[in-house]
Structure formats: C-alpha cells, structure tokens
C-alpha cells in the first residue's frame, strides 16, 4: 500500500512539474488515462499528455495534493481510489483552488513496481465533471 500512496504522489508531482517523461514511471505500456469525467479526452497514456500540458497553460504555478487514499491489493493487481485538491497561481495571478474531485484507479504491478494501467480522474468541483449518484460531494 504505502509502494501505491508512493506511485500517487509521484503522479501528483510529474503533473505539477510537467515532467512528461518521468509519466513512464508512472503508467504501464498500455495503461490509459481518462480524463472525460473532468470534461477531457480518453485514451493511452501519452497521447493524453498532450491534452494535459495545454489544459494547464492557464496554471502557470499549481499543486496537486492527494488523500484518502484506499487501495484493494489482489495478487499484483490492486485497485484504488484517492481524493485530490488543485490549488495555484492561475493566469489572473490570483492563487486559488483550482478543482477538486477524486481519482479511481487499476493498478498492476510490473517488474517489481507499482503503475498505473488505468487512471479515471473525476472533478467534483464542477457538478457536470462529477461522479455518479452517490458521490458524498454532491
């Protein structure tokens, strides 16, 4: 669990430094990440990176923070779920909270190491982006 708690921040800092060729230490070969709960694309992990870098043009200072971390371990496979809060500086140079929603994720363990095989990012800040019926947010 705590290898997993490890791979979550590491994510959160690969996105907050956009330090796209670190997200190979972060994802599978296949692995995907889904961003159309938070009003994105969907579709493998480097092409989604793209994506990424330019919805974040507006954020030229931002910090991701992750908790209520809950992960389910079965054999090297595990599923998780994590709470997220984006706070920064935004193109008014104002800081402020950017978003918050939480992460649902597939994990699969690959030569030693924790990565993600897929990534669902909900965006519970923005009713539209949010998960469904039953979210505690809501």
């Keep these: 669990r705590l290898e997993i708690a490890e791979l979550m921040a590491r994510y959160a800092d690969v996105v907050d430094r956009r330090d796209w060729p670190r997200m190979s230490r972060v994802f599978a070969l296949e692995a995907t990440i889904d961003f159309r709960p938070s009003g994105g694309p969907s579709g493998p992990f480097r092409e989604m990176l793209a994506w990424l870098d330019r919805a974040l043009d507006s954020w030229p200072i931002h910090l991701h923070m992750i908790t209520n971390l809950i992960v389910e371990l079965d054999g090297d496979r595990a599923t998780g779920r994590a709470a997220w809060m984006h706070t920064g500086k935004n193109a008014e140079e104002r800081m402020t909270i950017g978003g918050f929603g939480h992460y649902e994720d597939d994990l699969v363990k690959v030569d030693g190491e924790w990565l993600f095989a897929r990534r669902r990012i ?15 947010a809501w």
């Design 122 to 136: 909900y965006n519970e800040g923005n009713e539209a982006w949010a998960a469904p019926p039953g979210n505690p």
